[in-house]
């Protein structure tokens, strides 16, 4: 049995892969460039292809103090969850304006107009989960099979 640690950036096992991305603090040591936007996002990590998921997409996001989205976007087929993990700031969604913080959990269904800003003086953090909308037909608690006993090694 492998005992894997911290060290080891990447981990790719027959049935998972582990990619660790760094502390949220560090984000910014990634930034993601859009090909039909002029300026590079800093502190946006795009996890998909990192972890090769096949269902969503996953991005891990610092967002400065002070800054706001120039631009709304919606979505052709990808609802989005937007987890806001620290710091305040605001959504804007179809002319709504929805306060988030810590803990702050926002869906967004393929045609809503979205954007953020984080109007605070502290960096906001936060996690944008898509997944294609209407896609979850099983039923979650139905697709769970056990698997065994866990054995964890003596380290
Ligand atoms: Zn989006």
Redesign the pocket.
């Known amino acids: 049995m492998a005992v894997h640690k911290l060290e080891e950036k990447k981990i790719e096992g027959a049935n998972f892969t582990c990619f660790h991305a760094g502390k949220f603090a560090d984000l910014f040591q990634y930034e993601f460039k859009h090909p039909k936007v002029e300026k590079a996002a800093p502190g946006k990590l795009l996890v998909k292809d990192q972890l090769g998921l096949t269902g969503m997409q996953v991005s891990l996001n610092r967002f400065p103090a002070g800054r706001s989205m120039p631009f709304l976007?919606s979505?052709k087929q990808?609802e989005?969850l937007y987890i806001f993990v620290g710091g305040e700031g605001q959504m804007l969604i179809d002319g709504e304006i929805i306060d988030v913080t810590e803990g702050t959990c926002v869906r967004v269904n393929t045609k809503g107009a979205?954007a953020w800003r984080n109007n605070s003086k502290e960096d906001l953090y936060f996690i944008?989960i898509?997944a294609k909308e209407n896609s979850l037909s099983q039923d979650t608690l139905d697709d769970g099979v056990p698997a065994g006993t866990p054995h964890w090694v003596q380290q």
């Open positions: 976007h979505h990808n989005e979205r944008c898509q």
